[in-house]
């Protein structure tokens, strides 16, 4: 096959930054530095644990991903980011409770070496927070042009070839498309105006897009989801992604719903519940952030399962997604799914799914995957949209016009084809007559 792809070799050191310095953020960092020091392995992670197989069965050749393609190296990477509250990621990944006293000590050099830059933020689009570790501007484009400031200096600072941006922030309230996202200019003209449409994480992704940053968005907000800041990704030449990591719940959803769906049973119901007391579960028990996290999290049945294709199967099936904040449970949260599924003639079935998971130490592995693919990507001259990304996302950004691609391994395979097609390796098409000629 023709190879497609130019790939510039990754040079030099890769910076990613967080807005959001919480649980996830601080497990991804201190995660890293274990990895670096030896510690442990990144479990968890496709770029570093996972396997390509290319060309036939027969071939026998199944490299590493982290060996097949030109990937930075762990280290190579640069941690920084910005938060509300000045605890260095030390102090904050104590705070969040996430992974042990013990486990932090080992890397507590390095982590507690960073600390956190003051953030864009406005309690309007997060109800439940108040930090002091904020910048003062006068409107937003002036708070924009700060977080560009940022970026560079860290670039500066740090000696940087390269950067990547990954929101690991708070769950905002809901916002709906405004027009004022539709062209760069009005979306401009809205930032100077102080327009509410526009929210902080709207304004680290102006910031990172107009610096020829990458950005991935790991929270359900609409920040990326824009036609201003997709256009202005295709004319900077930025490769963007999200939104929303696919941890616990949504996670189990799009591996166990395929499989329903390929055997023909119908559904009747699925209730899913969870309890969590982390910071991330208090801000979602505010329901204006809330109902950002439900959109997300409802339409991946709706697509997997495609109700207008299969009507007696999926037809009307009721759906609820509840999160209840309870602070006892801290990071492990608990989720419950009862199903309700029926087959041949009709006969109901129920399956029940009691998930007691680690939410940030699901998203971590996830945090370093996109960082490393986003800046492969933008080394490939890949811009706009990533959908090959979709893998990591619970509501995968696709182009206008196009349903997104839920189903896991459906996923997968996109991802990894798209990294053969990159390579000018033959796709995988899982045919297989050619064995039988
Ligand atoms: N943990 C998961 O499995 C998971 C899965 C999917 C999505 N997410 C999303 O990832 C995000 C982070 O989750 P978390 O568990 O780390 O939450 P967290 O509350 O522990 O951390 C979020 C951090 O973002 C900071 N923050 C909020 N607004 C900010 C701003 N404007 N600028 C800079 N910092 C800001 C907060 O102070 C907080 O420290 C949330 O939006 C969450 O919904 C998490």
């Not at 969040?96 to 932090?104: M, Q």
């Not at 953030?119 to 924009?144: E, P, Q």
């Not at 009862?338 to 009691?354: A, C, R, S, T, V």
Request: proline share 5%.
């Amino acid at each position: 096959m023709e190879k497609e792809f130019k790939i510039a070799k990754p040079q030099g050191k890769l910076g990613i930054l967080l807005p959001g310095l919480g649980a996830v953020g601080t497990t991804v960092i201190s995660g890293v530095e274990a990895v670096r020091k030896k510690l442990s392995l990144p479990i968890g992670s496709l770029t570093q644990m996972g396997t390509i197989r290319l060309g036939k069965r027969t071939d026998k050749r199944t490299p590493k991903i982290k060996d097949f393609i030109e990937l930075a190296q762990l280290d190579d990477i640069i941690f920084g980011g910005w938060d509300i509250f000045s605890d260095n990621v030390y102090e904050a990944a104590v705070n969040a409770g996430v992974l042990t006293k013990d486990h932090l000590e080992q890397v507590r050099p390095e982590i507690e070496k960073i600390k956190p830059m003051k953030a864009v933020f406005d309690r309007n689009y997060v109800k439940k927070l108040d930090g002091s570790n904020v910048k003062k501007y006068t409107n937003k484009f002036d708070a924009a042009k700060m977080l560009m400031d940022d970026i560079a200096k860290f670039k500066a600072d740090n000696n940087l070839d390269r950067l990547v941006v990954v929101w690991c922030g708070s769950t905002e309230i809901f916002l709906k498309p405004d027009p004022v996202h539709d062209t760069i200019e009005s979306f401009e003209k809205a930032m100077k105006e102080n327009h509410p449409a526009i929210a902080p994480s709207m304004l680290y992704a102006y910031a990172a897009v107009k610096s020829g940053v990458a950005f991935a968005n790991g929270a359900p907000n609409l920040t990326v989801d824009i036609p201003a800041i997709q256009q202005l990704a295709i004319q900077n030449n930025v490769p963007i992604s999200g939104k929303d990591f696919k941890t616990g719940q949504t996670l189990m959803k799009t591996i166990l719903a395929p499989g329903i769906k390929s055997r023909m049973l119908g559904l009747n119901g699925w209730f899913s519940t969870n309890i969590l007391g982390n910071r991330d579960g208090e801000v979602l028990d505010d329901p204006e952030s809330f109902k950002t996290k439900e959109e997300s999290k409802l339409s991946v049945l709706e697509h997997i399962l495609q109700p207008d294709l299969y009507p007696e199967l999926y037809d009307k099936f009721y759906h609820k997604v509840r999160i209840n904040y309870y602070p006892p449970h801290g990071d492990n949260k608990e989720g419950w799914d009862n199903i309700d599924i029926f087959g041949w003639l009709g006969y109901p079935m129920q399956i029940k799914i009691n998930f007691l998971c680690r939410d940030s130490i699901l998203a971590a592995p996830i945090v370093l995957d996109l960082a490393l693919f986003s800046d492969l990507a933008q080394r490939s001259g890949m811009k706009g949209i990533q959908e090959w990304l979709s893998f990591y996302y619970k509501s995968p950004m696709v182009a206008k016009g196009l349903y997104p691609e839920h189903d896991l391994f459906i996923q997968l395979m996109k991802l990894k084809n798209t990294l053969r097609h990159m390579k000018g390796e033959d796709l995988i098409t899982h045919l297989g007559l050619e064995y039988y000629d």
